[in-house]
C-alpha cells in the first residue's frame, strides 16, 4: 500500500534508538522527509546510518533536548513546517508514591506532557493552514492498565493524551489528525535492563529472560520495533484521516478492557 506521505515532513522526536527510531525508519521508507532528534549527535549519526541502510533514505539529524525549550526550539528551527510530529520521549523512574520527590512529579509532568503538548501547540496551526496533519504520541500501554509502580508514568502521559483528544475536536475538520500509540514491551534498551536484572537474579541467559518477560502476554513473545514503526506510519497516512483521537495499545494482545 503507498500511504500517500511521499516528500510529507515529519519530525521523530527522541529518534536515535528504539521506538522513536522505528517510527523514523518506516517513514523514511515511505518517503517522508525525516528530521531525527536527540540529544547525543554520535548517537544520531549512527541512527541516521541505519536508516539510509535500511530504506536508502538521507535524513537530517537535530541535536536538543525534547525536555527544554531550547531544544524543541532548534528542532522547529530546523522543521519549521512539518506534516508529522511523532512525539516520544524517556519515561520517569518507577517507584511507589511513598519513594517519589516533589522533584520526581516536576520532571515527570514536564518531560511526559508539558513538552509534547508544546510541540502540538507550536504546530498545529499550520498544519491546519495547509490541510494536512498527523501527530503522534508514544505514550505507554500501562496508561490503560498500570501497575502500582508507574504512577509517574501514568499520571503524566494520561494528561498528555486527554489534551490530545480535546485538542483533536479543533483540528480533525482540516485533516490534522492527533492520536496516541500505547507500546507493550518491545525490545528497546529500557526493557534490556529489565530483562538483565531478571537474568542476574533467576540467573538465566539474557535471551532466557526476554522469552519469560514475552511469554507474560497472550502473544508469548516481545514485539519487534520495526511492527510498531509500521503501525505509527499508518497512522501517518494519508488514508488515515479519519481517524483521530484514539489510543491504540500496540501489546500484544496484553490489554484485557473492552476500551
Given amino acids: 500500500m503507498?500511504?500517500?506521505?511521499?516528500?510529507?515532513?515529519?519530525?521523530i522526536c527522541a529518534s536515535s534508538k528504539g521506538l522513536g527510531l522505528a517510527c523514523a525508519t518506516s517513514l523514511a521508507r515511505e518517503g517522508a522527509v525525516v528530521w531525527i532528534n536527540g540529544r547525543d549527535d554520535g548517537r544520531l549519526q549512527s541512527?541516521?546510518?541505519?536508516?539510509?541502510?535500511?530504506?536508502g533514505a538521507t535524513v537530517r539529524r537535530v541535536v536538543g533536548d525534547m525536555n527544554t525549550a531550547d531544544g524543541r526550539a532548534a528542532v522547529l528551527a530546523a522543521c519549521p513546517d512539518p506534516d508529522i510530529l511523532i512525539n516520544n520521549n524517556h519515561g520517569p523512574r518507577n517507584g511507589h508514591q511513598e519513594e517519589l520527590s516533589d522533584e520526581d512529579w516536576l520532571s515527570a509532568v514536564n518531560n511526559n506532557m508539558l513538552s509534547p503538548i508544546a510541540m502540538i501547540r507550536a504546530v498545529a496551526g499550520g498544519m491546519r493552514a495547509r490541510g494536512f496533519g498527523r501527530i503522534v504520541n508514544i505514550t505507554s500501554a500501562q496508561?490503560?492498565?498500570?501497575?502500582v509502580d508507574m504512577g509517574l508514568s501514568v499520571a503524566a502521559r494520561a494528561g498528555l493524551m486527554a489534551l490530545a483528544k480535546a485538542a483533536q475536536f479543533d483540528t480533525v475538520a482540516e485533516n490534522v489528525t492527533i492520536n496516541n500509540l500505547l507500546p507493550g514491551p518491545f525490545r528497546t534498551d529500557r526493557l534490556a535492563g529489565l530483562a538483565q536484572r531478571r537474568a542476574a537474579s533467576e540467573n538465566i541467559d539474557i535471551e532466557e529472560a526476554y522469552r519469560r518477560i514475552g511469554q507474560r502476554g497472550p502473544a508469548g513473545r516481545i514485539g519487534d520495533p520495526a511492527e510498531f514503526g509500521d503501525a505509527c506510519a499508518f497512522l501517518c497516512s494519508a488514508q488515515a484521516g479519519y481517524i483521530s483521537g484514539q489510543s491504540l495499545a500496540i501489546d500484544g494482545g496484553a490489554y484485557r478492557g473492552l476500551f
Fill in 2 to 11: 503507498d500511504l500517500g506521505i511521499a516528500g510529507r515532513r515529519a519530525i
Fill in 47 to 55: 541512527a541516521a546510518q541505519s536508516i539510509f541502510e535500511a530504506t
Fill in 143 to 147: 496508561v490503560k492498565s498500570p501497575t
